[in-house]
Structures are given as C-alpha cells and as structure tokens.
C-alpha cells in the first residue's frame, strides 16, 4: 500500500512544480519533500520524475501516480464527508426478524424505500438463535426476537407484544370450542404448530381450552411454507395457531375466522442491536414503523 503522506505530498509537487514551494505549502524542508518522493518511487519501483533544476518533468508512470494520487484523495474527502453525515434517507437498513414478521413488515419497508430511494431494505427470516447470530456478526443491524438474548453484547428494549391467534374456517364463527369440535376440523401443522397450539389453550383463561388434549388432535395437513399454511384453512380445511403477523399479511385473511379468548394470548416482543453501538438516524424511521404496527 502507497504511504498517503507520500501521495499528498507529490500530488502538491506536480500541482507546484517547484521543491521549495512545495515544501514551504506543506510546512516540509526541502530534503523531506525530496525524501517523501524517493520512498515513494521506490515503492512504485520506478521513475516518477525527471529532475530539471528545482522543477521537474513527469514521467509516464509518474502521470498514472498523479492521477492515482487524485483520485485516492478525492475519495478519501468523499469518506470524511460522508462520515460527518447521518442522513436518515440514505443508506442501508438491516432486519433479522421472524418469518410472519417479514412476511407483514417487509411490504410496509419497501413503501419506505419507494418513498427515499437513497435506502436500501434487507430483511432475513430467521428463528431467534439465528436472528442474536446475525446482529451479533453485524450481519443485521437490528433483530426482533420472542427471547431475551443473556449477552451483555445487546442493547434490548420491549418494543411490542405479538398476539397468537386462533384461525379457523370461516364457518366455524360463533361455535364453542372444544375437544371434539377440534378433532372434528384437524390441525394443520407447521412448525411451530404444536407449541402455538398448546400455549394458547392453556394461557387463553378459558377452562374449556385448557383441559383439550392437544396431542389427541389429528393432523390434516403439514407445510412449512409459511405463504401456504392458511390456505387450507380458507378453503375449509383444519386449524391452527399463528402470530397475528402472519394472519394479516395473508392473502385469505378475509376468508378466515379468528377466535377471541377471554384472555390475550401474546409474545413479548424485542428490539436487540449492539450495545455501545449507536444506530444511525434512518432506523429511527424503522423501529417507530414497527411499534406502531403491532399497537394497530
């Protein structure tokens, strides 16, 4: 790598053309300034000027050193520049979050980014392991997790609560739920399936849904697309137990019955990021969006 002392100092001597006045623009000696010029011919392993008195006459790969030399400082002012900057409408915003969070935030981003193109959205779906991994390499800026990570390395604030909601066919509006209506419709099981399930049936404050034997539930369907799990649902097909997020961003939201416990049944929801780390002004933006969303 070429010393930037050397390169500033012959960028001035071909802009001068004069040793002395280079030296006395610089605040050198007249040997500093010669010395800075051999240390960097030498690093370039060639002649950079041809000596004419106290001026000189550039040689061919002196002029590529010049022009290198121009375009290395224009950059590194280009850097300052924008470092002294926080500009809220520029510059890359980074989510780790769930996949029904994507799934419901990532359109209401992209409206953003419409709106500022100098933005630029990345939004990975990943479970919360994968999420703490990700801001903690820096991948991600910001996650959104169920868990408090146990690291002191993040910053952690609440910054909502998720409800679980029980979905059904369209149907089933106003019938009591219970065992044998359960059994009767099937679940229709993804992922997490089996631990939505059970945490609603017991956390909703109703008898009834908490003595139901979630494991005697037969499955009707499987997928863990999380695009696909409503769909048979929709088309009259079994139940199950999703974050809200998934629910309103889906397509059949309109052909879906949703049950209403006597107690909410929700996920603490947290905004981790590097602790000491300030983030910059443009995920202001970005996390009011996101608490704003889950209080509608």
């Known amino acids: 790598m070429l010393n930037p002392n050397w390169l500033k100092t012959f960028k001035t001597l071909v802009e001068i053309n004069h040793f002395t006045k280079t030296a006395e623009a610089l605040f050198m000696t007249q040997p500093g300034v010669t010395q800075h010029i051999q240390k960097l011919e030498q690093a370039?392993?060639?002649e950079l000027i041809i000596k004419q008195g106290k001026r000189f006459e550039l040689?061919?790969?002196g002029q590529k050193v010049y022009e290198y030399a121009?375009?290395?400082m224009e950059e590194q002012q280009q850097l300052l520049s924008e470092l002294k900057q926080d500009d809220e409408n520029k510059?890359?915003?980074s989510i780790s979050c769930s996949g029904s969070l994507a799934q419901w935030l990532y359109p209401m981003f992209i409206a953003i980014q419409?709106?500022?193109p100098g933005l630029a959205i990345e939004v990975e779906a990943a479970p919360n392991s994968k999420i703490i991994d990700n801001v903690h390499s820096n991948t991600s800026s910001i996650g959104l997790v169920t868990q408090q990570p146990s690291s002191g390395e993040f910053e952690i604030s609440h910054i909502g609560d998720?409800?679980?909601?029980?979905?059904?066919?369209?149907?089933m509006h106003g019938k009591e739920i219970d065992q044998e209506l359960l059994?009767?419709?099937?679940?229709?099981?993804?992922p997490d399936a089996e631990h939505y399930v059970s945490r609603y049936l017991r956390e909703s404050g109703e008898a009834s849904l908490s003595s139901i034997r979630v494991s005697k539930i037969p499955a009707v369907s499987y997928v863990n697309q999380l695009s696909q799990i409503l769909y048979p649902i929709a088309q009259g097909i079994g139940f199950t137990v999703l974050p809200k997020s998934a629910i309103v961003s889906s397509?059949?939201?309109?052909?879906?019955y949703i049950y209403s416990p006597q107690k909410i049944v929700s996920d603490k929801l947290y905004l981790i990021h590097k602790a000491n780390r300030q983030l910059p002004a443009r995920y202001q933006r970005f996390t009011q969006l996101i608490k704003q969303s889950l209080q509608d």
């Open 70 to 72: 121009n375009q290395f």
């Open 183 to 190: 059994d009767e419709l099937g679940m229709v099981k993804h």
């Open 44 to 46: 370039c392993g060639a």
């Open 59 to 61: 040689t061919e790969q």
């Open 162 to 171: 998720e409800e679980l909601y029980l979905v059904m066919p369209k149907r």
């Open 251 to 256: 397509p059949w939201y309109d052909e879906l």
């Open 91 to 93: 510059g890359p915003i």
């Open 114 to 116: 419409k709106q500022y």
